[in-house]
């Protein structure tokens, strides 16, 4: 039946019959929010908070401020954290990546003491250590060596489960890491622990206001030759198979809002739960439109949220995640 029988507006008259059909629903037991935690005042009691000029609201943490954070996502219902450490040091290994005292695995286990039932999901990569910012071991040629960097991914996604970690997140996007975690895991007892594979994660100018934060742009050439091209699809979804064949028992698109396709793509080839990434040059975007006056900030990031739900996404993770609870917890 075609108009005039058929009104689409009907069903768009009143809020009572808006909510009866809406499809998708944003609810902050979805949401993981992003933190960066600095080890640079050691592991005592000082709280330490320093802004991030590109990502306004968002701050250094040093632990026990991060844990002040934990608290007050927990507060008001956002599911999980995802833990990024600045260390004070760096090296051309990026042995601070899986040193028990580093900024990550500190921060978790103190966070799990102070707040159990907070999810704690932890970034596994190395460019955050590394002096020269690429996200592995580099070979002589300067070319990052996937098999070298596998095992110490490996090796910090276990220490990050020894420090308490509920989940682990490799970004490096070497080959057959995924694998290589699973099994490190299972031998060193944390066979309950699940991995959230960053699978589609593309090289990405939506990146920049993190790197400005973690201090992790790499000193020469780009990540083109392990992140992926922002052309390709079909090759995303291989890649969220692979790691699904490997043991991932997540798997992430990253970034998300000019990927939507692939959430939806990648969510119904593998069948695994999605997460998406809002990553940090989206969070920017907004801020920077929403203080020249030109969004309604709260109505955009619910839109945003709401919109990679719509995708297929079951889990996001967005530097808006605090933000979006409250305005969440205000509609009801
Ligand atoms: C580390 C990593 C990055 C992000 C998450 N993990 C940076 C990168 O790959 O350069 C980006 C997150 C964001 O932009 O919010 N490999």
Redesign the pocket.
Known sequence: MAFPQTRMRRLRATAGLRGLVRETDLTADRLIL?LFVTDAAGDGAQELREPIPSMPGVERLSISAAVGEAREAARLGIAGLLL?GIPAEKDQQGSGAWDPDGAVQLAAGAIKRAVPDLLVAT?V????YTEHGH?GVLREDGVVDNDATVELIARIAVSHARAGADIVAP???MDGRVGAIREALDEEGFSDVPILA?SA?FA?A??????D??G???AFGD?RGY?MDPANGREAVREALLDAGEGADMVMV??ALAYGDLISAVSAATGLPVAA???????AMVKAAAAAGSIDERAAVLEILTSLRRAGADTI?S?HAKDAARWLAEQT
């Not at 990569?125 to 955050?128: D, G, H, Y």
């Open positions: 992003p990024f970034d990569c190395m460019c955050e996200c970004s490096d996007m960053y994660k990405s939506f990146y920049g206001p993190f790197r934060a973690a992790s742009t790499p990540r992140q990253k970034p990434y809002n990553v940090s040059g989206e969070y993770i530097y």
